[in-house]
């Protein structure tokens, strides 16, 4: 039998036995329907945890961060967390010596207590280079101005603060202007950060020249962020990176390296894979069994169709159609069957995204390679289930058929 006329005949014998198909194509559509709604509500949470940590976060993802070994258990390691190990001479030297890194930022962490008339409170602040406002654009604030490279040269007495500590310092007062004391040394508020939510607006910023010399009088850094010319080269810098470094450090051959890096992509990929891996889990076992129990539908009610159709198949071999012909004609009704419920169950599930969405902020949960693979797999599941009808079709002796 050709493709074309079986195909014919196919729809034909479908056709004819409406109530039947329709019953098949249920758990198809069901099936198929689950699978591409579940697949797009996947990427759809994945995309929405990856803007949650982009804007927690705050900044570019085009760096390197390096950073003593910490003695810090968890959380932002600070002045006394950390070894005395990493110094401004090695971040000079990494953007001198690593070709793909483009700008630096030494950082210093501490936690120092701010005072504004009767209000006190203790405020993490750091101490970052004017770069940092090129490497974070998180950081910029909602009002006033952030620090200057003039005001880094000249270790001007200047703070950016976030909304927490103008809350509590200053309640319904502007902040922009005014003079704290932080550890006995006058600082002008000079902006304010947006508000991001939790413990990231209790935090300040200051040139590092004005931190590190006035305020925490440190040599060594807490960490020092490289920015690199070319994100697709990141791990060449960072082995070019931590070369460069167990040079400076004199590390040699069996002896752990004193410092760490780090890269905020791959942190992020880590926590994506801890919140969508569990998800895609289930989301996987869910459209294999819903596509299985499809498919047995499939399979029993083609089972039964054979039984009923002993006649017409006993007529059909008797006038010259061959095994292959039996079984090609129900594997076409098989398979016909179910790509027609996986195009109903892929119309459904963007129909249904698509009614949610104008009922709720929820954007359409739509996702091209998911409606792709329903649509493949549901004519996989005809064939495949298709084949136990087919095979004992076509094994019907004409004789006993006709009989029958």
């Known amino acids: 039998?050709?493709?074309?006329?079986?195909?014919?005949?196919?729809?034909?014998?479908?056709?004819?036995?409406?109530?039947?198909?329709?019953?098949?194509?249920?758990?198809?559509?069901?099936?198929?329907?689950?699978?591409?709604?579940?697949?797009?509500?996947?990427?759809?949470?994945?995309?929405?945890?990856?803007?949650?940590?982009?804007?927690?976060?705050?900044?570019?993802?085009?760096?390197?961060?390096?950073?003593?070994?910490?003695?810090?258990?968890?959380?932002?390691?600070?002045?006394?967390?950390?070894?005395?190990?990493?110094?401004?001479?090695?971040?000079?030297?990494?953007?001198?010596?690593?070709?793909?890194?483009?700008?630096?930022?030494?950082?210093?962490?501490?936690?120092?207590?701010?005072?504004?008339?009767?209000?006190?409170?203790t405020v993490r602040t750091s101490g970052v280079s004017a770069a940092w406002i090129r490497l974070w654009a998180g950081d910029q604030p909602a009002r006033g101005a952030h620090f200057s490279e003039d005001d880094e040269q000249r270790m001007n007495r200047v703070a950016v603060i976030g909304v927490g500590v103008a809350r509590t310092l200053f309640g319904e007062e502007d902040p922009i202007g005014k003079t704290v004391r932080v550890n006995n040394v006058n600082v002008e508020i000079k902006g304010l950060l947006r508000e991001r939510g939790g413990g990231m607006d209790n935090i300040a910023y200051m040139p590092f020249t004005t931190f590190s010399k006035r305020i925490s009088r440190m040599e060594h850094l807490t960490m020092a962020m490289a920015h690199l010319t070319d994100p697709s080269e990141k791990d060449v810098a960072m082995a070019q990176i931590g070369q460069l470094m167990r040079e400076r450090h004199q590390v040699g051959g069996g002896i752990p390296d004193d410092f760490r890096l780090t890269s905020p992509i791959d942190a992020m990929e880590r926590q994506l894979a801890q919140v969508t891996i569990p998800f895609e889990r289930y989301i996987q076992i869910g459209s294999v069994v819903a596509l299985l129990i499809g498919g047995l539908v499939v399979m029993n009610i083609m089972t039964i169709a054979v039984s009923e159709r002993t006649k017409e198949i006993g007529l059909r071999r008797s006038v010259g159609a061959k095994q292959r012909d039996i079984a090609l004609q129900f594997l076409l009704e098989a398979s016909s069957v179910t790509l027609v419920g996986g195009l109903i169950g892929v119309g459904l599930s963007i129909g249904g995204s698509y009614a949610l969405s104008f009922s709720t902020d929820v954007p359409p949960l739509l996702s091209l390679p998911a409606t792709g693979i329903a649509l493949v797999a549901s004519v996989g599941v005809g064939v495949l289930f298709g084949l136990l009808p087919a095979r004992k079709a076509a094994a019907l002796d004409p004789i006993t058929a006709i009989r029958d």
């Open 1 to 121: 039998m050709k493709l074309v006329p079986g195909f014919r005949s196919a729809m034909s014998s479908l056709g004819s036995h409406k109530s039947r198909t329709v019953l098949m194509m249920l758990g198809v559509v069901v099936g198929v329907g689950m699978l591409t709604s579940l697949v797009a509500f996947g990427e759809h949470t994945q995309n929405q945890v990856e803007g949650s940590f982009r804007n927690m976060m705050g900044g570019t993802w085009d760096v390197v961060v390096v950073s003593p070994q910490s003695r810090a258990t968890q959380g932002m390691p600070g002045a006394n967390d950390v070894e005395q190990t990493l110094t401004t001479a090695d971040a000079d030297a990494i953007i001198e010596n690593v070709p793909s890194v483009r700008l630096m930022s030494p950082f210093q962490g501490s936690s120092v207590e701010y005072v504004y008339e009767d209000n006190a409170m």
